[in-house]
């Protein structure tokens, strides 16, 4: 019998699952080949013979069978025709067995990394909030406001040079005119103290925290967070095996006197002081010396985060903490993802003189250094003075978005919630009243596609208070306030 005669049936028996019928076609025959239904060097009839054989158009067959070629199921011999190819394409190797769904395989935990499998559960609260276009999402800017037509026309002039560029820019620590950029305009508008080769390029500020940890931090090394504060930093810290400590927050940002009442050899503390996450305050001059007095005494490394001091509405930005050091114990970082968009993945830190080395070391065999065009792109977008205008552009949005947020929350929901005083920022903490409980709220919210937050999320201790978290910036003052009148008929 030959080879033709004995694969006939198979063509004439199949059957094709809903679907576009080019796309069954080419998985049922990748199926049969991988089941060993198909042998290899098993001859394929014409695409003519097949679209009769199945019943379906000739277009639809060829399209199948294209693809197949092109990943190298079948081969093609001049004069002969089309056969199953004698080798598997190295993409299939490993490919899982019928019936074996990814969720019914299982492993014994203690092959896992204990401190990683500590954090999952920020990991899984995180994945709920991954639509950021919801209304009162935490975390994101303006991206209704983001100079798409002048990015492009920077990206183009970078592009059209990018032949020449191109491998000449793989420093770990990024790209040295977007380094010297970055230097500059924290001088003078943050009032940090650094020079071009302190600044270190990185993926925003949460792998900035990940190669500080590398970098400073061993199994069972202490740290202070401010509680309230941002898990972000704690899955960090906890990632590489560090002890996370909470110490207390109020109006005047992180209390230093109740972290060294209780946890008096920290190996780092992180803080927030321009803008404390979530509660917003300001951290005050005489807890910031002392502070820096108490670090250089004990050899404390500080992380400073200031991820939000260009959103403050009622005054200028605050001096950093880093610029008030006299001892060399801050590492400064900041990010531009909150002027930006959420996806713009760059940021910097500034490094301790003398401790470049060991940070860019831990930049290094993170991911070797960051991309090359969108660097490239910023330094102009800072260089030619757009960076400073879209700063003074989406402040005054965003103020008038916040206080449309709180005109909105007074007419609706004043017996609910009572809105936290803060000058910065791009989001508020609401704490409820009436017995409403935060997770609740979140719920319900959640329901009607709202990202709203509770604030226990960020406890790593019960609250004092209930609370939630509403941003404002990405949306119009007529949105926020439909939004919040929607809200009022939730809870």
Request: hydrophobic content about 40%; proline content about 4%.
């Amino acid at each position: 019998m030959s080879t033709k005669k004995a694969i006939a049936p198979f063509f004439q028996d199949l059957l094709l699952k809903d679907g576009i019928i080019k796309d069954q076609v080419y998985s049922a025959i990748r199926n049969a080949i991988l089941d060993g239904v198909l042998m290899a060097g098993a001859r394929i009839p014409s695409s003519r013979a097949l679209a009769e054989m199945m019943a379906i158009s000739r277009n639809s067959v060829i399209a199948g069978l294209h693809r197949l070629l092109d990943e190298g199921y079948l081969e093609t011999r001049k004069g002969s025709g089309t056969f199953v190819a004698q080798s598997i394409p190295e993409s299939a190797i490993g490919v899982c067995q019928p019936g074996i769904s990814p969720e019914s395989r299982h492993f014994s935990t203690d092959q896992l990394n204990a401190d990683i499998t500590a954090v999952s559960p920020l990991w899984i609260e995180s994945q709920k909030d991954n639509k950021n276009h919801r209304l009162f999402t935490v975390g994101v800017g303006c991206t209704d406001l983001f100079p798409h037509a002048l990015w492009g026309r920077l990206l183009g002039r970078v592009w059209r040079q990018s032949k020449r560029e191109l491998g000449l820019h793989t420093h770990p620590g990024g790209y040295k005119p977007l380094r010297r950029a970055i230097s500059a305009y924290i001088k003078t508008t943050r009032g940090v103290h650094c020079h071009e080769d302190q600044v270190i390029i990185v993926n925003g500020i949460q792998q900035a925290l990940n190669i500080t940890a590398k970098a400073l931090l061993s199994p069972g090394s202490e740290v202070w967070l401010d509680d309230p504060g941002y898990n972000g930093a704690r899955g960090a810290f906890t990632a590489g095996g560090a002890v996370v400590r909470p110490v207390r927050v109020d109006t005047d940002g992180i209390d230093i006197n109740d972290g060294i009442a209780h946890y008096s050899t920290p190996r780092l503390v992180y803080t927030a002081p321009s803008h404390q996450f979530p509660l917003g305050g300001t951290l005050s001059l005489s807890r910031r010396l002392a502070l820096l007095e108490w670090a250089h005494v004990n050899q404390t490394w500080i992380f400073e985060d200031d991820y939000n001091s260009e959103f403050r509405y009622a005054t200028r930005s605050v001096q950093a903490l880093q610029g008030l050091d006299k001892y060399n114990r801050v590492i400064y970082s900041g990010t531009f993802s909150k002027m930006m968009y959420p996806e713009f993945r760059l940021g910097f830190l500034v490094a301790p003189a003398g401790l470049q080395d060991y940070l860019l070391n831990a930049k290094y065999i993170s991911d070797v250094c960051t991309g090359y065009l969108e660097q490239a792109v910023l330094a102009r977008f800072i260089e030619e003075g757009h960076y400073a205008s879209h700063v003074r552009r989406i402040r005054k949005k965003c103020y008038e978005r916040k206080m449309a947020l709180i005109a909105a929350i007074d007419e609706y929901l004043a017996h609910k919630m009572i809105v936290h005083p803060s000058d910065s920022g791009i989001h508020l903490v609401c704490w409820l009243q009436n017995g409403l409980k935060g997770k609740e709220v979140e719920a319900k919210a959640r329901q009607h596609g709202m990202g709203i937050q509770s604030l226990d999320r960020y406890c790593q201790r019960p609250p004092a208070k209930e609370g939630i978290l509403l941003g404002f910036a990405n949306h119009s003052p007529d949105v926020l306030r439909q939004g919040i009148r929607q809200l009022a008929q939730i809870i």
